[in-house]
């Protein structure tokens, strides 16, 4: 779990290859299901293009159909689900009599707000070819893309009054999860500020803990 900007889809990935499990977003989940023309990929697809929400039940019956192949036999990451405690809860009963498992931990990526709009607000996106720059990292003074020559802009999604939106509606949204997961004693919070390569150390370290 982590807030936008806090950088979940990469930490995940890294972290999925490390302990060798395959790393399962609903994104990638949908998009499969979507693209392969399954009965739940094409129920989804009716929310979607309507701009509506998919549904609880199509996302999870999507997400068992996912655990149930063969890379899932050993050992998942989640990623970007459950989003809150409804979900939570069908996720913790299904793997119960399915499999007889259980989530043995749940990572949460603590940032510090201002952090976050600062990573967030400095990036500029090249109009012509898609490159991503930071004002502050990449010492960008002038709107120009150093690849192609494009004009840089911003995007909607990262000006800071949008940021400082998203994170409000996470925070609202994801502080019942956090509880849930807490009282289920398996939360841990990692620091995600940083280089990367320290978040997920930091990451690794908390899970070879839990293990013991
Ligand atoms: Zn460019």
């Given at each position: 779990m982590g807030p936008p900007g806090a950088g979940k889809g990469t930490q995940a990935q890294f972290i999925?290859?490390?302990?060798?499990?395959?790393?399962?977003?609903?994104?990638?989940?949908?998009?499969?299901?979507?693209?392969?023309?399954?009965?739940?990929?094409?129920?989804?697809?009716?929310?979607?293009?309507?701009?509506?929400?998919?549904?609880?039940?199509?996302?999870?019956?999507?997400?068992?159909?996912?655990?149930?192949?063969?890379?899932?036999?050993?050992?998942?990451?989640?990623?970007?689900?459950?989003?809150?405690?409804?979900?939570?809860?069908?996720?913790?009963?299904?793997?119960?009599?399915?499999?007889?498992?259980?989530?043995?931990?749940?990572?949460?990526?603590?940032?510090?707000?201002?952090?976050?709009v600062r990573r967030l607000s400095g990036r500029r996106t090249c109009s012509q070819c898609g490159k991503i720059w930071h004002v502050d990292w990449d010492d960008k003074k002038d709107d120009i893309c150093d690849e192609c020559g494009g004009r840089l802009f911003q995007r909607d999604d990262d000006r800071e009054d949008v940021v400082r939106h998203r994170l409000e509606v996470y925070q609202e949204q994801t502080a019942p999860l956090v509880s849930f997961y807490a009282d289920e004693?398996?939360?841990?919070?990692?620091?995600?500020?940083?280089?990367?390569?320290e978040v997920t150390e930091r990451a690794l370290e908390a899970i070879r803990r839990f293990r013991g």
């Open positions: 999925a290859s490390h302990l060798s499990v395959p790393k399962i977003s609903t994104g990638d989940i949908f998009r499969a299901n979507v693209s392969g023309g399954t009965e739940l990929g094409r129920q989804a697809k009716q929310y979607m293009d309507r701009g509506d929400l998919v549904p609880d039940e199509i996302t999870i019956a999507m997400v068992r159909d996912r655990l149930s192949e063969d890379d899932a036999r050993h050992g998942f990451l989640l990623d970007g689900f459950p989003r809150n405690v409804p979900q939570a809860q069908t996720l913790k009963k299904m793997l119960d009599a399915e499999w007889g498992a259980k989530l043995d931990l749940v990572l949460e990526l603590v940032v510090d707000e201002d952090e976050v004693g398996i939360l841990v919070g990692i620091d995600a500020t940083g280089p990367v390569e």
